[in-house]
């Protein structure tokens, strides 16, 4: 990866080029808010580090600067700032996520390998299928043997996850994240509620249900418990 990384503290950039560097990746390293964007602005990166509190300016200014400018790089903001209200601020200001300082390296690089991956363009499929169910991407319609499924645009987004992982557990962290761009749980029951929708529309009066609740780790899309 060709990573940005903007931040004013010496020993903590010095710690993460040093990391990066060792990992394979390429890291141009900007002390402060205005050197930052300008690399931004001009330089071609797969994915940005910024710190939030940085001289000059800050590190959201930054980030809300870059998508007024169309740049559509993720952003990683790095924090001491750790309530809920703060990092809602920083996703809502346009960072891809969010990480409260003092943080694990191991983390961090798992978390912006995942922003990678998720800016990659999505393939070109245009059906997706489990059993007798069937969901058109191009339309953003559902059918199950034949019968067409009306959903809402969230839930088809759950199912697509689903459907794309097939046969595979996806823990609640992960729906969070990549079905409602969550980097944190929100302490709620949303994605409980959604999934029981959901199974209500796709495995009513069916002969075998395909939406299975893992007990203590998620849910699963099978034709198989």
Known sequence: MHILLIEDDVQAAEYLVKGLGEGG???DH????????????????DV????R???????LSIVRMLRADKNQT???????????????TGLQAGGDDYLVKPYAFSELLARLEALTRRSQPMDLQQQLQVADLVIDLRRQSAARAGQQIRLQPRQFRLLEYLMRHA???VTRTMILENVWDFRFDPQTNVIDVQISRLR???DKDADRPLLHTVRGTGYKLSETP
Do not use: C, F, W
């Open 25 to 27: 990746h390429v890291v």
């Open 30 to 45: 900007a002390a402060t808010g205005d050197d930052g964007l300008h690399l931004a602005l001009t330089g071609n990166y």
């Open 48 to 51: 940005i580090i910024a710190d």
């Open 53 to 59: 509190m940085l001289p000059g300016r800050e590190g």
């Open 74 to 88: 993720p952003v990683l903001v790095l924090s001491a700032l750790g309530e809920v209200d703060d990092r809602i």
């Open 167 to 169: 046969d595979q557990v």
């Open 200 to 202: 209500n529309k796709i």
